[in-house]
C-alpha cells in the first residue's frame, strides 16, 4: 500500500470515527461538572436532547445533499419559519391534518425549487441567491402570520409529533424523533444506493468533469435543492409542533447550527464528501452543547459564542481536510 493510498485510508476512518469521538467530548467535558453529571445521563435528559435535535437533524439532511453537491443554503432557517406559519395558519383555517402537512412540505419544496433553479438557470453562486431568498422568506413569513404568532387549534393531530410523554423517561420517544431516524435512513439509501446520489457526490467533486462525462448538472442541481426544501418544510413542521404555535421570528440563525453539524459529521464546504451518519451525529452534538449549556446555567449570549467558536473549528477542520487530502 502507497503512502497516499494510507493517507486516503486515514482521513476516511477520521470521518467516520471523528463525528463518534466529538460527541464523546463533548459529553465528557460537560460530564466533569459534578452538578451537571447526575442529570445529564438520566432518561429524561436524553429524551429532551434528542427532540431538540430533530428540527436540526432534519434540516441537516437536506443541507448534507446541498453542501456534498457543492452548494449552500442560507435559507433555511427563514424557510422553517414560515413553514410553520403556514402549517398553524392552514389548521386555524380547518384544513385537515393530511392537506396541511402536504401543503407545508411541498411550499418548502417550493422555495427549495426555486433556488435550484435560478442557481442552475442563471449560473449565480449559491451563497449570494439563498441569502436574498433569506429575507425574501422570512418577510413572507412575516406578512403572512400579521407580524405575530398563529396558535394552533387545541388538539390538533400534529401537535403531538414532539410532544414530551412521560418526561422523566426516556421512552416512549415522540414520532418526530422516529421521523427523523428513518429520514435519515431513506437519505443515506438515496445518497450512497442510487445514481441520483452518486451524481450529487460527483457534482461536488468536479462540476466540470461531470458535466463532460453527461450529467445534466443543471437540473441535478435543481432536484438537489427542490428535495432539501421538502425537508426544510418538514423541519418547518416540526418546529410547528413543538412550539404548538407558528411564529414568524423562529430559527433566526437555524442555518448556522445546520451546516455546522454538516461540517462536523465530516462533509466538506468544498463538496464531494460527506454522510447523512456524520451530519446525524454533528446535529446530536449541537443539540448537547445547547443542553449541557443549559444546565450549566449559562446566559444566552454564552451559549451563542460557544457555537460561533465551534461553527470557526469546524470550518477549519474542513479546511485541515482539504489539505490533507490536496498533499
Given at each position: 500500500?502507497?503512502t497516499?493510498?494510507?493517507?486516503?485510508?486515514?482521513?476516511?476512518?477520521?470521518?467516520?470515527?471523528g463525528?463518534?469521538?466529538?460527541?464523546?467530548?463533548?459529553l465528557?467535558?460537560?460530564?466533569?461538572?459534578?452538578?451537571?453529571?447526575?442529570?445529564l445521563?438520566?432518561?429524561?435528559?436524553?429524551?429532551?436532547?434528542?427532540?431538540?435535535?430533530?428540527?436540526?437533524?432534519?434540516?441537516?439532511?437536506?443541507?448534507?445533499?446541498?453542501?456534498?453537491?457543492g452548494?449552500?443554503?442560507?435559507?433555511?432557517?427563514?424557510?422553517?419559519?414560515?413553514?410553520?406559519?403556514?402549517?398553524?395558519?392552514?389548521l386555524?383555517k380547518?384544513?385537515?391534518?393530511?392537506?396541511?402537512?402536504?401543503?407545508?412540505?411541498?411550499?418548502?419544496?417550493?422555495?427549495?425549487?426555486?433556488?435550484?433553479?435560478?442557481?442552475?438557470?442563471?449560473?449565480?453562486?449559491?451563497?449570494?441567491?439563498?441569502?436574498?431568498?433569506?429575507?425574501?422568506?422570512?418577510?413572507?413569513?412575516?406578512?403572512?402570520?400579521?407580524?405575530?404568532?398563529?396558535?394552533?387549534?387545541?388538539?390538533?393531530?400534529?401537535?403531538?409529533?414532539?410532544?414530551?410523554?412521560?418526561?422523566?423517561?426516556?421512552?416512549?420517544?415522540?414520532?418526530?424523533?422516529?421521523i427523523?431516524?428513518?429520514?435519515?435512513?431513506?437519505?443515506?439509501?438515496?445518497?450512497?444506493?442510487?445514481?441520483?446520489?452518486?451524481?450529487?457526490?460527483?457534482?461536488?467533486?468536479?462540476?466540470?468533469?461531470?458535466?463532460?462525462?453527461?450529467?445534466?448538472?443543471?437540473?441535478?442541481?435543481?432536484?438537489?435543492?427542490a428535495l432539501?426544501?421538502?425537508?426544510?418544510?418538514?423541519?418547518?413542521?416540526?418546529?410547528?409542533?413543538?412550539?404548538?404555535?407558528?411564529?414568524?421570528?423562529?430559527?433566526?440563525?437555524?442555518?448556522?447550527?445546520?451546516?455546522?453539524?454538516v461540517?462536523?459529521?465530516g462533509?466538506?464546504?468544498?463538496?464531494?464528501?460527506?454522510?447523512?451518519?456524520?451530519?446525524?451525529?454533528?446535529?446530536?452534538?449541537?443539540?448537547?452543547?445547547?443542553?449541557?449549556?443549559?444546565?450549566?446555567?449559562w446566559?444566552?449570549?454564552?451559549?451563542?459564542?460557544?457555537?460561533?467558536?465551534?461553527?470557526?473549528?469546524?470550518?477549519?477542520?474542513?479546511?485541515?481536510?482539504?489539505?490533507?487530502?490536496?498533499?
Amino acid at each position: 500500500m502507497t503512502t497516499t493510498d494510507k493517507r486516503f485510508n486515514l482521513a476516511g476512518v477520521l470521518n467516520v470515527v471523528g463525528p463518534f469521538l466529538g460527541l464523546l467530548l463533548v459529553l465528557g467535558l460537560f460530564s466533569l461538572s459534578a452538578e451537571v453529571r447526575p442529570y445529564l445521563f438520566t432518561g429524561g435528559n436524553f429524551k429532551i436532547i434528542l427532540i431538540q435535535t430533530v428540527i436540526v437533524a432534519i434540516g441537516a439532511l437536506g443541507m448534507t445533499l446541498i453542501i456534498v453537491s457543492g452548494g449552500i443554503d442560507l435559507s433555511v432557517g427563514s424557510v422553517v419559519a414560515l413553514t410553520s406559519v403556514l402549517g398553524a395558519t392552514l389548521l386555524v383555517k380547518g384544513c385537515s391534518t393530511i392537506t396541511t402537512v402536504a401543503l407545508t412540505v411541498l411550499a418548502g419544496g417550493l422555495i427549495g425549487l426555486v433556488n435550484g433553479v435560478v442557481i442552475a438557470g442563471f449560473r449565480m453562486m449559491p451563497f449570494i441567491v439563498t441569502l436574498g431568498m433569506m429575507g425574501v422568506v422570512r418577510g413572507m413569513a412575516k406578512w403572512l402570520a400579521g407580524n405575530q404568532t398563529v396558535n394552533n387549534p387545541p388538539g390538533a393531530p400534529l401537535n403531538n409529533l414532539m410532544a414530551r410523554v412521560a418526561p422523566t423517561e426516556l421512552f416512549p420517544l415522540p414520532p418526530g424523533v422516529w421521523i427523523a431516524i428513518g429520514l435519515a435512513v431513506v437519505v443515506s439509501v438515496i445518497m450512497r444506493r442510487t445514481v441520483f446520489g452518486r451524481y450529487i457526490f460527483a457534482i461536488g467533486a468536479n462540476e466540470t468533469t461531470s458535466r463532460l462525462s453527461g450529467i445534466r448538472v443543471p437540473r441535478q442541481k435543481v432536484m438537489i435543492y427542490a428535495l432539501a426544501g421538502l425537508l426544510f418544510g418538514l423541519a418547518g413542521l416540526m418546529q410547528l409542533s413543538r412550539l404548538t404555535q407558528g411564529d414568524p421570528t423562529v430559527a433566526v440563525g437555524l442555518e448556522l447550527d445546520i451546516i455546522a453539524a454538516v461540517v462536523i459529521g465530516g462533509a466538506s464546504l468544498s463538496g464531494g464528501t460527506g454522510s447523512i451518519l456524520g451530519s446525524m451525529i454533528g446535529a446530536l452534538i449541537m443539540a448537547v452543547l445547547r443542553n449541557g449549556s443549559n444546565q450549566m446555567g449559562w446566559q444566552n449570549f454564552t451559549q451563542e459564542i460557544i457555537i460561533g467558536i465551534v461553527i470557526i473549528f469546524a470550518v477549519g477542520l474542513d479546511l485541515l481536510r482539504q489539505n490533507r487530502a490536496n498533499k
